[in-house]
């Protein structure tokens, strides 16, 4: 069962509104791009495995995707987690093409693709950390104990497992998705049950009320300042900035579209780029509307909920999706 279902991450949200609303010419954009890429490549890596996932029995376990628990004074993050009364397992899911060779001695993954080498760092060492850090935060949370297990899943159809034979012990960890109903089978047949159903069913609400989804400062780290950022209303058929408000619809010069909504698209970005909170003026600043009471309507038909009243009125705006 999925207690915690896998959503696009806000990250790659926040570098999708940053593209659409730097200008074309914009000399950071190839690095945009590129960081973009590597993380729909992630996403679409962790998505591929919810296909040999559900080959599992519902009721057996638990599934709660992208986790980001406190630990200490840092977070760690758990691609996904399965938790059931004998055991919990952990996957760290790599989307990976070519030949890649899990080198221990010096703990590193080495890609060979096309006859280049390019070197990533060591998934294994990765979700052994993450072993430690979940015993830990579950020691501290003073639950049951329970035996942890963690997968290393290479989701990436063209790719090729390479592991020396000193180390083929890793064979046991290192997988390609479509092994991963068989293994958690069996490690189902090693392990006997540890937790009541109630004990399960604490530890997955702490779980979920103890995660905290990434929320960084994307115009820091790529050293943009917000007046390089487009404002208005931004056409999602020809991309014309900013749309025209009339007869409360917007309106694209360029090619006559026509949206009632496109306002929700801007106000994502705002949320995304700048600050989930809005007054009214830096709304009209940055939909490039006038009017204080369309602006109210609009702000209104998205936030969550308001702080204030009157010009001192601050709208929260949804984080994400």
């Known amino acids: 069962m999925i207690v915690k279902k896998r959503q696009l991450p806000l990250m790659i949200q926040k570098l999708q509104s940053l593209l659409r609303r730097l200008p074309k010419n914009h000399s950071k954009i190839p690095y945009i791009e590129e960081n973009l890429a590597k993380k729909m490549a992630g996403y679409r890596g962790e998505y591929s495995i919810d296909y040999p996932l559900s ?28 938790i059931s009364t004998r055991f919990i397992l952990i996957l760290e899911v790599k989307n990976i093409a070519g030949k890649l060779f899990f080198d221990q001695e010096l703990h590193q993954l080495v890609r ?11 998934p ?16 501290k949370h003073k639950t049951p104990e329970i035996p ?11 790719s090729q497992i390479a592991i020396s034979p000193e180390h083929k012990y890793l064979r046991k960890t290192i997988l390609h998705w ?19 159903d109630k004990q399960l069913r604490k530890i997955i609400r702490l779980l979920l009320k103890q995660h905290s989804e990434a929320n960084s400062d994307i115009l820091e780290q790529f050293d943009i300042r917000r007046h390089e950022l487009l404002k208005g209303v931004i056409c999602m058929d020809c991309g014309l900035t900013p749309m025209e408000r009339r007869h409360g619809s917007w309106f ?29 003026q830096q709304a009209r600043e940055f939909l490039c509307i006038s009017s204080i009471h369309l602006t109210t309507r609009l702000l209104q038909s998205i936030s969550t909920h308001h702080d204030g009243n009157h010009k001192s009125t601050i709208y929260h705006l949804p984080s994400s999706d």
């Open 55 to 82: 080959f599992l029995a519902s009721k057996d376990y638990s599934i709660l995707h992208d986790l980001r628990l406190p630990h200490n004074d840092y977070f760690f993050q758990i691609d996904t987690l399965l």
């Open 112 to 122: 060979t693709l096309n006859g280049k080498e390019e070197v990533f760092p060591d």
């Open 124 to 139: 294994v060492l990765q979700v052994k950390r993450h072993e430690t850090q979940l015993s830990s935060w579950l020691n």
């Open 148 to 158: 942890i297990k963690s997968f290393v899943v290479i989701s990436n159809p063209n």
């Open 178 to 196: 479509e092994a991963l109903p068989l293994k958690v089978s069996e490690l189902d047949t090693f392990h006997e049950n540890v937790l009541t």
């Open 252 to 280: 694209c010069a360029n090619c006559y579209c026509t949206c009632k909504n496109a306002h929700i698209d801007a106000l994502k970005d705002y949320s995304c780029l700048i600050s989930q909170a809005i007054t009214n």
